[in-house]
């Protein structure tokens, strides 16, 4: 039998998300290279719609009341029950916030390796190497894997989307949900959508950061006003957040979004491990911080020492004029 590569099928408000697309397009580059297929494992409740959307030779379909919500509980011990029957080289699940609780439960449960944090995934003389983030990206990993059945966490961005439309219809299996289901600790009640006004910062091309030397809430006029006038939208670092002065959904680093954007204008932000890890990838950061030994700079392609404060109302006259 052909070896597997199994991409577990994470979705949101009905549709897959886009790291979905784009661990499948990783899957099947791997596969393309030694002959293996292509498996989706799609869990869920009245989700069976989105298996002929999935570009995989095979899904399997596991559906039950549980896994309505994809909550980490009912969806490790149905990935766990899967994998256990028939172990694949590979489990690829997105390092999004159900796919890092999935992916740790599943490696220990099976007692598997688990690569987290995955930026990388090719093969070097023969041997596959998965490049991994750690401690927020300034250490990189390269890890052999493949020998055995591997648990491979991969970053949200990483990796180009396969083709939206599968090549040719892939089979679907229908398999029985596990029996523990019916003995969960943990229940998803609802799914709060954020308030439909609201924009979405990983999809933004230029963003303008602020962090805490902005000062106050009523400065943060200031951060719109330029974003307008440069076609931007306003993102900021957790203490911003927290204090309520933007919602969750604008919140960049660790335990808020990831974002790619063409540019980044961080204003006041020292850059915190914990924040450059949702933002060291953009294409362009310029940065504007008062203290010459700010992290931030170590990221920055351009950096102005400089009060924030002066450098807005000269970049406002400048676009303004
Ligand atoms: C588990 C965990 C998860 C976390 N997740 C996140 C996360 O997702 N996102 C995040 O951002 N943080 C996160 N944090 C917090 C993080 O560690 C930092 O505390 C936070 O990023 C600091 O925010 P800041 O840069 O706005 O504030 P500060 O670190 O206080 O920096 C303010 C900066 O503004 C500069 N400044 C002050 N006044 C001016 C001025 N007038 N002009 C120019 N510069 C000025 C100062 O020199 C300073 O560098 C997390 C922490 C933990 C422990």
């Given at each position: 039998?052909?070896?597997?590569i199994v991409?577990?099928v994470e979705?949101l408000?009905?549709?897959p998300?886009?790291?979905?697309f784009?661990?499948?397009g990783?899957?099947r580059?791997?596969a ?5 297929i292509?498996e989706?494992?799609l ?8 298996a002929?959307?999935?570009p995989?030779?095979r899904?399997i379909?596991?559906e039950h ?6 909550a980490p509980?009912?969806?490790?011990i ?6 256990r029957?028939?172990a694949p080289r590979l489990?690829?699940l997105?390092n999004t916030s159900?796919g890092m609780?999935v992916?740790a439960?599943?490696a ?10 995955c ?7 023969g ?8 401690f927020g990206?300034?250490i990189?990993a ?6 055995s ?6 970053l949200?961005g990483a990796?180009?989307a ?7 219809p892939g ?6 949900p596990?029996?523990e289901?019916a003995?969960l ?13 609201d924009?979405?910062?990983t999809?933004?091309?230029k ?5 805490r030397g902005?000062?106050s809430?009523d400065?943060?006029?200031l ?6 006038a ?6 900021a670092?957790?203490p911003l957040v927290d204090?309520g002065w933007l919602?969750?959904?604008?919140q960049?680093g ?10 980044y204008?961080a ?5 915190a491990?914990?924040?450059l890890?949702g ?7 310029i ?9 931030i700079?170590?990221?920055a392609?351009?950096?102005a020492v400089?009060d924030l404060?002066?450098?807005?109302e000269?970049l ?6």
């Amino acid at each position: 039998m052909a070896q597997r590569i199994v991409v577990l099928v994470e979705h949101l408000y009905g549709e897959p998300t886009d790291v979905t697309f784009e661990l499948l397009g990783l899957a099947r580059r791997i596969a393309d290279s030694d002959g293996a297929i292509v498996e989706a494992v799609l869990l869920g409740e009245g989700v069976r719609h989105l298996a002929e959307t999935l570009p995989a030779e095979r899904v399997i379909l596991v559906e039950h009341p549980a896994l309505r919500y994809l909550a980490p509980e009912a969806t490790a011990i149905t990935v766990t029950g899967l994998l256990r029957t028939d172990a694949p080289r590979l489990a690829l699940l997105p390092n999004t916030s159900l796919g890092m609780d999935v992916a740790a439960w599943v490696a220990s449960a099976l007692d598997w390796p688990l690569v987290a944090y995955c930026q990388a995934l090719e093969r070097r003389e023969g041997q596959l190497v998965a490049t991994a983030q750690l401690f927020g990206g300034k250490i990189l990993a390269d890890v052999a894997v493949g020998t055995s059945p591997t648990v491979i966490s991969v970053l949200a961005g990483a990796f180009a989307a396969a083709a939206l439309e599968p090549a040719a219809p892939g089979t679907i299996e229908v398999r029985e949900p596990p029996a523990e289901l019916a003995a969960l600790r943990t229940h998803a009640a609802s799914l709060e959508r954020p308030a439909a006004a609201d924009v979405d910062i990983t999809r933004a091309e230029k963003i303008v950061a602020v962090g805490r030397g902005i000062e106050s809430k009523d400065n943060l006029e200031l951060a719109e006003e330029l974003a307008q006038a440069l076609g931007a939208v306003v993102a900021a670092s957790r203490p911003l957040v927290d204090a309520g002065w933007l919602p969750r959904s604008r919140q960049v680093g660790k335990s808020g979004l990831k974002v790619k954007p063409k540019l980044y204008l961080a204003l006041g932000i020292s850059g915190a491990p914990e924040h450059l890890e949702g933002m060291k990838d953009a294409e362009l950061i310029i940065a504007i911080n008062k203290d010459p030994k700010a992290p931030i700079f170590g990221v920055a392609d351009y950096g102005a020492v400089a009060d924030l404060f002066d450098v807005v109302e000269a970049l406002l006259e400048r676009l303004g004029g």
